[in-house]
């Protein structure tokens, strides 16, 4: 009686010992599921379950603590599509909220499940979510919001669960928990193996010595200010920072500055003491991944090290250091290195054993005067506090200290800072692998773009994009900065750099393809602004139907006559190639074309790739797109410690493609560089090739159809004009 309307049904499992319950019964030799069962084990038996029953949903809600008290909270789903009770059991499909956990510190242990319950029914019937992970995921939201508060009857209303939808969309949520200021959200996960924290720990000492720079905030006055001064340090290129457990609300400056710096900007704590190892465990819940100390605390290597923190304990003499080594200190404080010297610290490190094992970092009486000092004898990375950060930090707003603090740092103190990064950075250059062109060039794998770039911030990109070792550059007519950005590049050439170590492309127009004179008119205009001599590529920037290849042979001439190496092509097809390919003497060494995990074209990329055409990937983020917030990408960047930037940059590389990024900020520029030091597995790469949407796919055909039919430049329908003034250039 009851099968055939169980197509009809919505079962609804909130525990895994009711799913144990119910296995038992109807799988013959199920074996117990514990706590700990992978969820790819309760979805095998969630499927069996479904065969059987022939139901529309089956849903479990899973959660884990750990050792501090903070849960974590996710679930699991099997789908019939439709609801034919006929298809077949492989068309069963399944859902995971696991990426984008919800992780909370329950005020109450009773609740959670009917919450969960009512949250997914809201999202299945009454309110219906657009996906059966959106509705999975205000299950989990409205489970752990309702157990924020005491009592039989929570007070969480919908517009409250609206709001917590829309602010965690597409990543993980991290609710305030018990003990944490207003407004600090947790970055807790379960603790780790002994492995996975060894590996932690690794891997943030290899952020720590490649930032070379440690960035010590001491609070002591206004927590915002000292936020606030975090993201300046960070937009200058510092990539990492250290939040005194002396500071005021330490708890909201290191929370703030984690959900506010990119992935890449370690942070930690400091002046830990005996009485306080125990807020280690907070520390990380709110995204530490270090913490120094003056001393050698009880306990507080191993407690480190227990939580996959890199621990950094205070040494002074030889003896010390070595003694802090054998304990498993992978990186030492040498504090105070104000009563030692560079001098010192190179004759101790070149003792063979101590220089082969010890990372050391000078802390106090470090500045931005002696850092370099300090570096070239041996320190893996440098302290400093007030020196570097500014002493505004450390004052009451509204003092008269304050106010003398910060007339320092505008008149001096954030310059003295900006050369310290800028110098670290010229030397730490990312080595950018090259790909080979079927012309016989080289060019870098990287290219900075400069679309949208306005004129007087060229110089400040184009010399930030040196400073972090890019040297391929993609410029056109449309962008109308070209003569901008001739002369930044004519000064670094002129401090002894060689024309051979750039790569230059820029393109030609739709308005100025009305024939071919109009074409090679607007090449040599570009080739003139750049004043660099000839260019490496010269390329078509659209496939303008009936003009695209007489501009092309027009280019031709234009590489003849020796102003251009090489020619590309731009937003083409393998239709429009092909048409072009009947009438052209010289192949395009290269197809720019929008590329990334939401708009791939495959067929396209295999298309150019096989005839050697190197693929020049723009948009690879979506200028700052949905791509970045989806949750595939968002799971992948926090498995790796890497921005869903640096994923989807890495996603175009490992396809072979050129990159072309563009930003005004120097620390996304080093961001966005620095990719090449991790890798994504197959997995990874196949999970992110099926994310682009039928939506992403029209949205970006429609916008390849508009702009082939032609599209006025910045200087209107007719030709661009003959000449301009170049715009005078920000501070540097």
């Not at 720590?208 to 006055?221: E, F, H, P, Q």
């Not at 791509?627 to 890495?650: D, F, G, M, P």
């Not at 990159?659 to 560089?673: P, Y």
Request: proline fraction near 5%; glycine fraction near 6%.
């Amino acid at each position: 009686m009851v099968v055939p309307h169980c197509e009809r049904l919505e079962v609804l499992i909130l525990s895994l010992e009711q799913l144990n319950g119910l296995a038992f019964v109807q799988i013959p030799g199920h074996i117990e599921l514990t706590d700990v069962a992978e969820d790819a084990q309760c979805l095998a038996v969630m499927r069996q379950l479904h065969q059987q029953w022939r139901c529309k949903r089956v849903a479990l809600p899973r959660k884990t603590r750990d050792s501090v008290g903070i849960q974590r909270r996710w679930s699991l789903l099997t789908e019939l599509p439709g609801s034919s009770a006929n298809s077949s059991t492989d068309s069963v499909v399944e859902y995971t909220t696991k990426a984008q956990s919800v992780f909370h510190r329950p005020a109450d242990e009773c609740g959670g499940g009917s919450a969960w319950a009512a949250g997914l029914i809201h999202a299945l019937h009454i309110a219906p979510a657009s996906t059966a992970s959106q509705a999975l995921r205000r299950a989990d939201l409205l489970s752990a919001l309702c157990q924020e508060t005491q009592g039989d009857f929570s007070r969480v209303t919908a517009k409250e669960l609206q709001t917590a939808e829309q602010h965690f969309a597409g990543c993980e949520a991290r609710l305030p928990g018990t003990g944490l200021s207003p407004g600090a959200k947790l970055f807790a996960t379960a603790l780790p193996s002994p492995a996975d924290a060894k590996l932690q720990i690794e891997s943030t000492l290899k952020l720590l010595k490649g930032s070379k720079v440690l960035a010590i905030l001491r609070a002591k006055g206004s927590p915002e200010v000292a936020v606030e001064r975090g993201l300046e340090l960070a937009s200058m290129g510092c990539c990492a920072m250290e939040v005194t457990l002396d500071s005021t609300d330490w708890q909201q400056v290191l929370s703030s500055l984690r959900q506010k710096l990119p992935q890449h900007v370690a942070l930690g704590i400091g002046t830990v003491m005996d009485d306080t190892v125990g807020q280690l465990g907070l520390a990380r819940s709110l995204g530490a991944t270090f913490a120094l100390s003056p001393i050698e605390p009880v306990g507080f290597i191993d407690e480190c090290h227990r939580l996959g923190m890199l621990a950094i304990p205070a040494a002074f003499t030889s003896n010390e250091l070595w003694d802090q080594h054998r304990r498993g200190a992978r990186l030492i404080k040498l504090f105070h290195a104000g009563l030692a010297s560079p001098a010192i610290l190179k004759s101790m490190l070149d003792v063979t054993p101590l220089g082969k094992n010890l990372n050391i970092l000078p802390s106090g009486g470090v500045s931005p005067g002696n850092a370099a000092e300090w570096l070239d004898a041996g320190a893996s990375v440098v302290g400093m506090g007030s020196n570097l950060v500014g002493k505004d930090t450390t004052t009451t707003p509204g003092s008269e200290a304050h106010a003398a603090a910060v007339h320092e740092w505008h008149s001096k103190g954030r310059s003295a800072a900006e050369k310290v990064f800028r110098d670290i950075v010229a030397k730490t250059v990312v080595s950018i692998p090259s790909l080979q062109l079927q012309s016989g060039a080289s060019v870098q794998q990287l290219a900075v773009g400069l679309y949208n770039v306005p004129r007087e911030e060229v110089k400040r990109v184009i010399h930030a994009s040196l400073d972090a070792g890019c040297r391929n550059f993609d410029f056109a007519s449309f962008y109308n900065n070209e003569l901008e950005c001739g002369q930044a590049l004519k000064e670094w050439l002129a401090k002894g750099h060689h024309r051979s170590e750039l790569y230059i492309t820029t393109k030609v127009w739709t308005t100025d393809m009305q024939d071919a004179k109009s074409a090679k008119r607007s090449a040599l205009i570009s080739i003139d602004e750049l004043d660099l001599g000839p260019v490496d590529c010269l390329m078509v920037h659209w496939p303008t139907p009936g003009k695209h290849v007489a501009a092309y042979k027009a280019l031709e001439e234009v590489v003849d006559a020796g102003k251009a190496k090489s020619l590309g092509i731009s937003n083409y097809s393998p239709a429009d190639y092909a048409e072009l390919m009947k009438s052209a003497r010289m192949a395009p060494v290269m197809n720019s074309f929008e590329t990334n995990p939401m708009v791939y074209r495959k067929e396209w990329v295999d298309f150019f790739q096989e005839h050697g055409v190197v693929v020049s990937a723009y948009k690879p983020l979506q200028r700052s797109g949905p791509v970045l917030t989806n949750e595939i990408v968002v799971a992948i960047a926090s498995r790796l410690r890497k921005s869903s930037a640096q994923v989807c940059l890495r996603w175009n590389v490992q396809k072979g493609n050129l990159v072309v990024f563009k930003s005004l900020s120097t620390a996304r520029i080093l961001e966005n560089v620095n990719i090449f030091d991790f890798e994504l597995s197959p997995a990874d790469m196949a999970a992110m090739d099926t994310l682009t949407t039928a939506a992403a796919a029209k949205e970006a055909q429609e916008h390849w159809e508009k702009r082939r039919q032609g599209t006025p430049g910045p200087w209107g329908d007719s030709p661009r004009p003959l000449s301009r003034n170049a715009a005078p250039q920000s501070r540097m």
